[in-house]
């Protein structure tokens, strides 16, 4: 069932989180959105997914993949703090001024999974 799927998704985010292992958060959230398209996640849930998933980009390096996520994300959460946190430091990257990034990084207090 989606909500079992999704339980199992977040106990395998955490732990990977756990891990370090940005990859594994990238490949999970993306196999998610593919497989879920988030539309039988809550509200919250999607947040989450969307949220570890640009972390991970970020994380990795991907400047170009977060960007095309930021892009493809639905209006809804275009106003999520976090996210437009997480955003503020991928636009930073994409510009290439690593001091505006750590400045976006220091700016708000952050929760799981970006914590």
Same mark, same amino acid.
């Given at each position: 069932?989606?909500?079992c799927a999704m339980? @199992? +998704?977040?106990a395998t985010l955490d732990a990977l989180a756990a891990?370090?292992? +940005?990859a594994g958060i990238v490949s999970l959230c993306e196999a998610l959105e593919l497989e879920l398209g988030h539309e039988t996640l @809550?509200?919250?849930?999607?947040a989450t997914v969307y949220k570890a998933?640009?972390?991970?980009? *970020?994380?990795? $390096?991907?400047?170009?993949?977060? $960007?095309? *996520?930021?892009k493809r994300l639905p209006a809804q959460f275009r106003d999520e703090p976090? *996210?437009?946190?997480?955003? +503020?430091?991928?636009r930073a990257r994409w510009a290439g001024d690593s001091a505006a990034a750590c400045a976006a990084l220091a +700016? $708000?207090?952050?929760?799981p999974p970006v914590l």
């Open positions: 069932s989606p909500s339980a @199992s +998704a977040v891990a370090g292992d +940005a @809550s509200v919250s849930d999607s998933q640009m972390l991970g980009h *970020l994380l990795l $390096r991907q400047t170009d993949s977060a $960007r095309f *996520l930021w976090e *996210l437009v946190g997480l955003w +503020a430091v991928g +700016a $708000r207090p952050w929760a």
